[in-house]
Structure formats: structure tokens, C-alpha cells
């Protein structure tokens, strides 16, 4: 079945921009998953003039199988797990334990790199539009949702280049609007949507996050002083 190929993650957020142009948003942040999505993030916050910043949410890797994610584990340490997980083991188990405090540990070393260069923003009564590159199990997209939501956002909008239909229709519930330009049958991996699907290194990250962690208005006057 014929889907769309991106020439890169940039270009993919460039054309989720003009799916997002004219949407009704209040006071808009843009807060994308490291490390892929914050390419895709950068390229909306500069389209629509907002701020840039991440979201630490990591996936709990299935024992055995570190591609496949049994759920994924929020900043402040909440974990969700996938219907399937619990086939493979329960939420109280020791690997689900030690897999949560391994990614917490790594949410805590981005934690240190990232917030050196951008303090973690206030999404208090904003509009979020979260992001990422693509969403395969949705685990760690809906821990970046309840992160979000505890923070006291006033709406939250999913914008995504590609996802599985399944996954797109369990997320559409826990936010306010879903923006997903292709949800393709023939999905089996994130990196087939992409003509250029290289690993973002933390560096990258810090480099955005640098650039565009302001919205455009008080990038330009900083620029100007």
C-alpha cells in the first residue's frame, strides 16, 4: 500500500505546521520527545513563531527485545504499560522495576544536559503541541501525556508525522486534538517513512533547544541586543 515518504524529520514538522496554522491555540508551546521528535519540534516552533522545549518521557524495553516497548515511564517516574505487556510480565514485576529506574536514570542525565541550556518551561493554561517523530506503540507519547496534563496544561494537541492506526486511536482520548498526516497499513517501523532517518545525538538536542527555546519574538530581540 503506497504511503508518504519524508525527506527527513524537518521536513516532516515543516508540513505539520500548515496542518497547524489556523488552529484555535492559546499562548502555544511546542514540546517534543527526544531525541527524533525535537527535529520535527524545532521545525514547528520556528513555522509557527512559538518556543521549543522537550519532554522527558523514555519506553520500558521489553526483556530480550530492547526495540519493543512494554510502556514507557514518565519524568516524575509514573509508568504505562501497553495491553500486551502484561503478557509478557506485570506491572510489580522486578524487570519492569529495574527497566524504570535504568530510564529514569538517562531522564535524569538529559535531564542535567538539557535543562543546562533551556530551564523547563511553565505549560500552565498553555496549549501544548506535543510531538515526536512518529508513534509505533504510543507508550511513550501517552506518559508524555499525562506528564503534560498534571502540569496543568490548557489543551493539548498531538502533532505527529505518521502513526499506527491502533496507537492513534487509543491517544485520541487522553488529549484534545490529534494531527497525524499518515497512519499507513503496512507500518513496521518509523524509519521506513523517512528517506533520511539518522540518530539525533544529544548535541542536536542542545543546539535547538539553544535556537529556538524562545518564541520567535524574543529570539529576534536578544539577537538585536
Known amino acids: 500500500m ?24 492559546h499562548d502555544p508551546i511546542v514540546l517534543a520527545i527526544p531525541r527524533g521528535g525535537v527535529e520535527t519540534g524545532a521545525a514547528i516552533a520556528r513555522g509557527l513563531g512559538c518556543e521549543l522545549d ?32 502484561t503478557a509478557l510480565t506485570d506491572s510489580g514485576s522486578a524487570f519492569i522495576e529495574a527497566e524504570r529506574q535504568r530510564q529514569l536514570a538517562e531522564i535524569a542525565r538529559r535531564r542535567a ?35 503534560v496534563r498534571a502540569a496543568g496544561a490548557k489543551e493539548i494537541i498531538v502533532a505527529v508525522p505518521v502513526g499506527v492506526t491502533a496507537r492513534i486511536d487509543a491517544i485520541r482520548p487522553l488529549c484534545d486534538r490529534v494531527i497525524c498526516l499518515q497512519e499507513p497499513e503496512d507500518f513496521w517501523a518509523i524509519g521506513q517513512f523517512y528517506r533520511s532517518f539518522e540518530q539525533v545525538e544529544d548535541e542536536r538536542v542542545v543546539e535547538l533547544l539553544r535556537d529556538y527555546g524562545l518564541p520567535q519574538a524574543k529570539r529576534e530581540a536578544a539577537a538585536a541586543i
Open 2 to 25: 503506497n504511503h508518504r515518504t519524508f525527506t527527513d524529520r524537518e521536513e516532516a514538522g515543516w508540513i505539520l505546521v500548515e496542518r497547524l496554522r489556523g488552529q484555535r491555540v
Open 113 to 147: 544536559m538539557f535543562r543546562a541550556v533551556r530551564p523547563q518551561a511553565d505549560v500552565k493554561e498553555r496549549t501544548v503541541i506535543l510531538t515526536d517523530d512518529g508513534i509505533a506503540t504510543g507508550a511513550t507519547m501517552i506518559a508524555a501525556i499525562h506528564t
Open 54 to 85: 522537550v519532554v522527558l518521557a523514555r519506553k520500558l524495553r521489553a526483556p530480550h527485545q530492547p526495540e519493543l516497548a512494554l510502556g514507557a515511564v514518565s519524568e516524575d517516574g509514573d509508568i504505562y504499560l501497553n495491553d500486551f505487556a
